[in-house]
């Protein structure tokens, strides 16, 4: 029977949903598997995120950078990806199609979800508090700044920690549940390291970044009211602070408190806060134990820990972590969801729905990892995750088998935090090994921090902080799980060249 004039319809062999590392590594990837098919790309912004001067450092450690670009670049590189601007309104497992917000259908044979992850916020909907979690909204957190006396960071990740550091001229209180900074990457001794840094003056030499950024400005504001404005935006990527000034308005480089073991408890407006008659702390000031006095200034917002402690300041930075974005896909669709929020998939990518596929940060590895790799929504696995799954959509095309992907071996990561190079490898905090593990520390002030976690004489894994070299000598030692018992605390020597042992 003959429908009505119905929206314009597409079919695509493979369809892919989202325009971060993910989204766009796998439409790439499948590009070139495939020359001669349309590869959909649907995502809601007009800018995509692309993996640029990747160089793979050793076995499983990659670097690479990030550049926001425009559609169009895309499709000029791979002539038969076609991007479609919207956001998917609907996804019909049932009849392989989704509904995007202009009204059209795109039919799929197979479809990859990188829809990523939305942050966390400590409260929805409170003008002072922002959420930071792509260039938009660290261009909106710059423009607050220059107006702020004091600021408050919710939150212990990797932004948290680079927003404390490159924070200048503000006072800043950072609240952090865990008894250290930096608890995702580092235990108490890196955090010690780390946090000497914090308190020495910082050098004023900026290095030029990195990343071309394309702004959005112009076209997107049109299309954004208030309440949407939040929502969308690939990850902020290791150097996202770069090229951005983050000066508040006093004079004096960095003032930083940190209130350790404590969440949000309450959020006032300032109306709310005088009603309350509660009493809010001045800055804390350097350790002359003098009389706790309450704070003279009046605040556009006041915070209440669970600590009892009520601190008062121009707005709160929400750095609590992301939740993966499946809102767009659930209606109708009976996904297996991990613990966390995410899509469940196997190890080949693949979700609890035939013919659908996941990869970054909306996805939940779902299969029993290798005992030294576990996820982390990070963007090293957004590139992996993205790559592997279009590696399985096209094997599973062409009725092939595919082996898992060597990264999923071994966790490793580079990064920078403080402008130290930080390497995480394996079990890098001794996630989930028990108690019968031990570490060997070795650490030089102000240089390098080197922790390796050992288990039955076996390496399972390590953090390394500054230029140590160490890197690809520990990853075969993780890799191979060789018995190192007989090296005992030799293995950390300076003076002892490891790579003459194992190579």
């Known amino acids: 029977m003959m429908e009505a004039a119905r929206p314009p319809s597409t079919a695509g062999k493979f369809v892919v949903v989202g325009g971060g590392i993910a989204g766009v590594t ?56 076609k991007v479609i601007e919207s956001g998917v309104k609907q996804l019909k497992s049932k009849e392989h199609c989704i509904l995007t917000g202009d009204g059209s259908q795109h039919v799929y044979k197979k479809l ?166 509660k009493k809010s702390l001045p800055f804390p000031r350097d350790h002359h134990n003098q009389p706790v006095t309450t704070d003279k200034e009046v605040w556009p917002v006041y915070v209440e820990l669970t600590s009892e402690k009520i601190y008062g300041c121009d707005f709160i930075v929400s750095a609590t972590g992301v939740t993966p974005n499946i809102e767009p896909f659930l209606c109708g669709n009976n996904f297996d969801l991990g613990e966390d929020g995410g899509l469940k998939v196997d190890d080949h990518m693949h979700t609890s729905l035939s013919d659908i596929y996941a990869a970054g940060d909306i996805c939940t590895a779902s299969w029993q990892p290798s005992p030294v790799w576990q996820q982390m929504r990070l963007w090293t696995q957004a590139r992996q995750m993205g790559w592997y799954a279009a590696k399985c959509m096209a094997a599973a095309a062409l009725g092939q088998s595919t082996d898992m992907d060597f990264s999923f071996e071994l966790f490793a990561h580079v990064t920078k935090f403080f402008n130290y190079k930080v390497v995480l490898l394996g079990k890098y905090n001794a996630q989930g090994l028990g108690s019968d593990h031990e570490l060997m520390l070795r650490c030089t002030k ?58």
């Open 446 to 503: 102000g240089q390098e921090y080197v922790k390796v976690v050992m288990q039955n004489g076996r390496m399972m894994g390590a953090v390394l902080i500054g230029e140590t070299d160490l890197e690809e000598t520990f990853e075969n030692l993780i890799l191979n799980q060789m018995d190192l018992s007989s090296y005992g605390e030799d293995l950390l020597d300076p003076n002892i060249d490891l790579e003459d042992y194992f190579d």
């Open 112 to 277: 990859c979800l990188c829809a990523g992850a939305k942050p966390k916020l400590i409260c929805e909907g409170n003008p002072y508090v922002l959420g930071i979690r792509d260039t938009d909204s660290a261009q909106e957190f710059q423009k607050q700044l220059t107006k702020a006396k004091r600021i408050m960071i919710i939150g212990n990740g990797g932004i948290a920690l680079e927003l404390v550091y490159e924070i200048e001229g503000c006072e800043v209180i950072w609240a952090i549940k865990d008894k250290a900074i930096g608890n995702t990457f580092f235990d108490a001794g890196a955090a010690e390291f780390l946090t000497s840094k914090l308190i020495a003056e910082k050098p004023e030499a900026k290095i030029a970044h990195k990343r071309t950024r394309y702004t959005t400005e112009g076209r997107k504001k049109e299309r954004q009211t208030k309440g949407s404005a939040g929502n969308m935006g690939s990850a902020l990527g290791p150097d996202w602070h770069e090229g951005l000034n983050l000066k508040g308005t006093k004079e004096f480089s960095r003032k930083i408190h940190i209130e350790t073991m404590c969440e949000v408890k309450k959020i006032y407006l300032q109306e709310e806060f005088r009603i309350s008659r």
């Open 26 to 81: 796998c439409a790439e990837q499948l590009a070139i598997h495939f020359p001669s098919e349309d590869i959909l790309l649907v995502t809601a912004s007009p800018v995509i995120k692309a993996v640029t001067n990747f160089k793979q450092v050793s076995k499983v450690l990659e670097e690479f950078d990030v550049e926001e670009q425009p559609n169009t670049m895309l499709e000029n590189r791979f002539p038969n990806i």
